[in-house]
């Protein structure tokens, strides 16, 4: 019992030491917030990319806006920039895809039901919860002990 009490009055010192010290700071309960900096503003995306863009004047590809993209450090074209400005492109390729993929599916299911069709019939389980009866018992099985029916020796 002695033990008990000697922890309580340590944690109650504990506790009271917390809450004491969270009064006597300034910046405690109900202190206003410092205020934080603001993060400054985020540099334009598109100039981190690896291309550059220029888009292309009474020019429409798939029904958008075509755009060219020229490689930053060759000046060539830039396929992944041409992909990734002109979003007709990528709906396109989706629809392929898509397009595709139903293909594959409806061959799948074509080639699964023929193969279904060609497989041999499951024959019922000859007496399958039924018991079998046997009219007399061979001639080697009567009083036959352990080696019986074995391979002969040679």
Same mark, same amino acid.
């Given at each position: 019992?002695?033990?008990?009490?000697?922890?309580?009055?340590? $944690? &109650?010192?504990?506790?009271?030491?917390?809450?004491?010290?969270?009064?006597?700071?300034?910046?405690? =309960?109900?202190? %206003?917030?410092?205020?934080?900096?603001?993060?400054?503003?985020?540099?334009?995306?598109?100039?981190?990319?690896?291309?550059?863009?220029?888009? *292309?004047?009474?020019?429409? *590809?798939?029904?958008? %806006? @075509?755009?060219?993209?020229?490689?930053?450090?060759?000046?060539?074209?830039?396929?992944?920039?041409?992909?990734?400005?002109?979003?007709?492109?990528?709906?396109?390729?989706?629809?392929? =895809?898509?397009?595709?993929?139903?293909?594959?599916?409806?061959?799948?299911?074509? @080639? @699964?039901?023929?193969?279904?069709?060609?497989?041999?019939?499951?024959?019922?389980?000859?007496?399958?919860?039924?018991?079998?009866? &046997?009219?007399?018992?061979?001639?080697?099985?009567?009083?036959?002990?352990?080696?019986?029916?074995?391979?002969?020796? $040679?």
């Amino acid at each position: 019992m002695e033990l008990q009490s000697g922890i309580m009055k340590r $944690v &109650v010192k504990e506790v009271g030491t917390v809450i004491q010290s969270g009064f006597s700071n300034a910046a405690g =309960l109900g202190a %206003p917030e410092e205020d934080e900096p603001e993060p400054p503003p985020p540099a334009d995306p598109k100039a981190s990319l690896p291309w550059d863009t220029v888009p *292309l004047a009474d020019t429409t *590809l798939f029904n958008h %806006p @075509a755009k060219y993209a020229t490689d930053k450090e060759t000046g060539k074209i830039s396929w992944e920039g041409v992909v990734a400005e002109n979003p007709g492109i990528i709906e396109k390729g989706a629809e392929l =895809l898509g397009a595709g993929m139903e293909v594959l599916s409806t061959f799948a299911k074509k @080639a @699964a039901s023929g193969a279904a069709a060609h497989a041999p019939q499951q024959l019922p389980a000859a007496g399958v919860g039924q018991a079998q009866v &046997v009219d007399e018992v061979p001639e080697g099985a009567q009083n036959a002990g352990p080696g019986a029916g074995s391979f002969p020796r $040679v």
